[in-house]
């Protein structure tokens, strides 16, 4: 693994504390001394020994600031190397508040029980243990959101390292003490998939990122993963119309990571009847002329934002000087138009399925779905976390992203860090995993048939 002087790791913090302080689009949002924790993290990575510490250093100065947009990631060599990137023997899945087993190597497949529940390491409260030892290093605001940083961060780590894990099964607790090793050395066992309760389905379309099935009853499920690849926008639009006779639609988004905001508004122009605005979202501005001005203002100490708005109510300069003193000077865009260009409007009732792990440009669908079509929504919060990062490369090899613009939901609801609420909450279960059951695409199904029959 390359190393690293103690003269690059100080440019590269600075690099990063740099552009957050000018560009970071929340600064109102989080009450921090970004000076000082930069000092406190100066002195941490030039303690760092390895390329592995000294990114795990930056993730935790990164995750000050709490934000789903805003982060650092390690260099691929570092990722591929198993000294640093090594893995428990187990596959788990984060459902709810509970982590259970949903898969095991064939050395500790007699040892744990799959769908096992995930209650203690090393004698700590599973959910002690993760505050202490997993969230420091990546974001957190919206803790729900976090499951599957929180998977990753319990079962990779340095090759050796270990911990004695405490499950609970049909009312019995037991201790394996579980030690992380290179994941090409580890086989896997394989078991018989439960049998799926759902309605065949009839595949129509696909790619590596998405899917559209039509079931025997005639509804459409649209499942899209990511909105990163234009060419799936085509794919679909090329079976319009064999879409246009189903009786209703389900749009999954769960679990899509974002990608491009202008794939999400092409598939939901299906779905609206002429153009439509989206994203609206807010920008900061930075004059630094009133940030020379604003120095000598003995008023501006200790005031929040909040404070300020309500002090300065009736001085449109004083607080625009002290927003510029704080960089939450903002402009508000109120979405961009978009021209219609859906081969035509597919009619019928909709069901969105989202959940805590649908981010980004999935939100801004969530968004336009909601404030232009009757959908019906289902599932849990989106992940609270939309806009546009600044991506910069470290020379060091990972790189780093700021959030740069604050998306604002277009029917008002209040989404930083919360995401956009369903209609119908549901929370897979442990039971509904091990049977391979899909409590909220059965929901959806149901929301479908019901409005088709009233249609009728």
Known sequence: MNTITDAQKIYELSKIWKEAAYNFAFWDKVDIDWDEEYKKALARVLETKDLYDYYRELKRFVTLLSDGHTDVSFPNETVRDAEFYSMLPVFFAKPGDEIIVIGTSEDVKEDIPLFSILIK???KDIHDYIRENCYPYFWHANEVACGVFVLENLVFGRRGSSAVFTFAKDRRQFDIRLERVDPSRIVWHKTDPAPQGNAAQRLISSSDVHTVHITDDDI????????????????IYSCFDELKKAKGYILDVRGNSGGNSGNADAIAAMFISGDFRSCYAETQIYEPTYKAWSMYREDFKGLSPDEALQKYADDAYSLKAYRMRKNVFYVR????AVANSAPGKLNGPIAVLMNQYTFSAAEDFVDVMKMYTNAVFVGNNTAGT????????LESGGFFRICTRRCIAQNGEDIYNKGFTPDIRITPTVEDIASSRDAVLEKGLEIIKNNSVQEA
């Open 121 to 123: 390491i090393d004698g």
């Open 220 to 235: 459409a499920i649209i499942r899209m993963t990511s909105f990163d690849d234009v060419s799936m926008t085509e794919k």
């Open 333 to 336: 865009d109120e979405g961009k």
């Open 386 to 393: 939309s806009g546009q990062p600044l991506c910069e490369a």
